[in-house]
């Protein structure tokens, strides 16, 4: 099983940009299925972007377009690269991993990491 660690998050204006990272140890991310997913306080965590096995990404009609998943296998790095922010983007993000197959259903997900914040400002 592997072990998640997010971070890039933080505070910005709308319309700005962040990065956020998810450092992977214990295994490789190569072949996994690999996903982003938000909370916002007093709301259900929502997927944001994933990433299959094979490299084929998705992206949640809410952020299409201003986000983009992608993963460095050398590092071991999951990354969501996030551009036009928008106040309804603050929560908190999660990366998580080890799901029977790729989707949007948080329960399937075994490993989580521990979230990094990201808070939009108008």
């Known amino acids: 099983q592997v072990q998640l660690v997010e971070s890039g998050g933080g505070s910005v204006q709308a319309g700005g940009s962040l990065r956020l990272s998810c450092a992977a140890s214990?295994?490789?991310?190569?072949?996994?299925?690999m996903a982003w997913f938000r909370q916002a306080p007093g709301k259900e965590r929502e997927g944001v972007a994933r990433i299959g096995g094979d490299g084929t990404t998705f992206v949640a009609a809410s952020v299409e377009g201003r986000f983009t998943i992608s993963k460095d296998i050398t590092e071991n790095i999951l990354y969501l690269t996030m551009n036009s922010l928008k106040p309804e983007d603050s929560a908190v993000y999660y990366c998580?991993?080890?799901?029977?197959?790729?989707?949007?259903?948080?329960?399937?997900?075994?490993?989580w990491g521990k979230g990094t914040q990201v808070t939009v400002s108008s």
């Open positions: 998580a991993a080890d799901s029977p197959f790729c989707s949007f259903i948080a329960p399937l997900y075994k490993t």
């Open positions: 214990g295994n490789t991310i190569s072949g996994r299925c």
